[in-house]
């Protein structure tokens, strides 16, 4: 069965950057499409990035430009890059894989100054 660990987050100034990860077990990570969704206090879990089997990548409005999401097959991850981290980025972010819809166990990613 598949099982993704994440790791990275943490508290950062606005502005600043962060880089999550998410190592998922298995021999056919490469085959997964793979999402990066974020939960702020209060409101629905969301969308923010994916990066389908063959490298095509979509994000939400709200980050393009900011976040960049990538994957790394020989190592069975996946990442997600955000430059200038705004207050209003401030969740629990998950990873997750489709189509065998497993997530990870989120991250928090506060940003405050």
């Known amino acids: 069965q598949v099982k993704l660990v994440q790791s990275g987050g943490g508290l950062v100034q606005p502005g600043g950057s962060l880089r999550l990860s998410c190592a998922a077990s298995g021999s056919i990570f490469s085959t997964y499409t793979m999402n990066w969704s974020r939960q702020a206090p209060g409101k629905q879990r969301r969308l923010v990035a994916r990066v389908t089997s063959t490298g095509i990548t979509n994000y939400a409005d709200s980050v393009k430009g900011r976040f960049t999401i990538s994957r790394d097959n020989a190592k069975n991850t996946v990442y997600l890059q955000m430059n200038d981290l705004k207050p209003e980025d401030t969740a629990v972010y998950y990873c997750?894989?489709?189509?065998?819809?497993?997530w990870g166990q989120g991250t928090q990613v506060t940003v405050s100054s």
């Open positions: 997750h894989a489709l189509p065998v819809d497993v």
